[in-house]
């Protein structure tokens, strides 16, 4: 699927089996398979802010700080022991900028931070080649930046997963991190101008930052939005939408992990709430099967059934029947903010 193409809207499915917790699997909105990861070891690379980046990350969240927020982030969900599901950073890093699945080459389970917003780095009419189909690419990629003709400003991060809409196997995950782009100037609660201030500083009371550049300051928790994307890169959603009918969140959604907003200076993401811990025991069990999801024998796709999959693999493999897939597609997750009380 082109990465210009509207992403798949995906349903979602509250599981059955546990009518008292609040978790949510990810799921195709046509087959209602829930998505899920067939090996138990699952790599991730990050393309770190360098030296001359740092800028870009609040004083007190330069490279070193930042890379360590995101193994946190993703080690939460590998720490329960509930579960033998083990997500691994590859330590080389990467330079690539792109997401989404590659079938040929060197894929690779992405964690980018993006620079500032695509419509600053390439402005409509501009005559880069990035805005044009025949052009080098898409603007993101191209300056690594945030795509916001495709979603607002008030996206915090973006997880793109590419899977099988027929099993829900996830076949690559990616993770857009939608940072600051180094531009001096106020920093806005809401749709900042210069992208999302991240801080990596420890849980302490401090004043929220006001102008991008302000260090010992809290502003976006890195660590706080790596661990919500994480649960979005193992296959769970969100167990609302603010505003949605009849999925409307409300203040028992509000601890988890997976809820969908987040404000400036919130670190409770952090730590999983126990819904967050039970959907990561449930559906990659320590010793057992994966919990699978299929739909329902008459094929309206609205069962929830359980299968197995095999609960050990090697990557290598897990590609290597991706390549072969007859379909994948893509979906796309964002975390949205609120403005701070």
């Known amino acids: 699927m082109s990465r210009r193409t509207k992403a798949l809207a995906a349903a979602t499915v509250l599981l059955a089996a546990a009518p008292a917790l609040a978790y949510v699997r990810s799921t195709d909105d046509g087959t209602g398979a829930c ?14 802010p360098g030296a001359a980046e740092d800028g870009a990350l609040q004083a007190s969240c ?8 995101v193994r946190a982030g993703f080690e939460e969900w590998s720490a329960q022991t509930c579960t033998d599901l083990a997500l691994v950073e590859t330590v080389a890093g990467s330079a690539s900028t792109q997401v989404g699945y590659l079938r040929s080459g060197a ?14 780095a390439a402005p409509d009419g501009s005559g880069d080649p990035c805005l ?9 990629t ?28 996830i076949f690559d995950a990616d993770m857009e ?45 890195l660590q706080n939005t790596v661990t919500h994307e994480a649960g979005h890169f193992i296959g769970l959603a969100h167990p609302c939408e603010v505003g949605q009918a009849g999925n409307d969140c409300t203040s028992a959604d509000a601890p988890t992990t997976m809820y969908p907003r987040a404000n400036l200076g919130e670190y409770s993401k952090r730590d ?6 039970q959907a990561v025991c449930d559906v990659y069990p320590a010793g057992a099967a994966t919990l699978r999801c299929t739909s329902s024998s008459d094929g309206d796709g609205s069962g929830c059934g359980c299968g197995t999959a095999t609960p050990t693999g090697a990557l290598a493999t897990l590609l290597g029947l991706a390549a072969l897939a007859p379909r994948l597609r893509r979906l796309r997750r964002r975390q949205d903010t609120t403005t701070p009380a």
């Open 107 to 120: 894929n690779e389970n992405l964690v980018v931070f993006r620079r500032g917003w695509c419509r600053d």
């Open 177 to 221: 991190l939608n940072a600051w782009d180094g531009a001096s100037g106020t920093f806005a609660t809401t749709n900042p101008s210069d992208g999302w201030y991240f801080s990596c500083l420890a849980p302490l009371a401090r004043t929220l930052c006001g102008i991008y550049g302000q260090d010992d300051c809290n502003a976006m928790d």
């Open 62 to 69: 330069g490279a070193g700080a930042a890379v360590a927020a």
């Open 132 to 140: 044009t189909a025949s052009g080098a690419g898409a603007c993101d």
């Open 35 to 48: 998505f899920y990861w067939g090996p138990r070891q699952v790599p991730y690379v990050i393309n770190a």
């Open 142 to 169: 191209v300056h690594n930046c945030f795509d916001d003709r495709l979603l607002s400003r008030s996206t915090i991060a973006l997880t793109t997963v590419t899977y099988s809409p027929s099993s829900g196997q």
């Open 272 to 277: 999983l709430d126990a819904d967050d811990r």
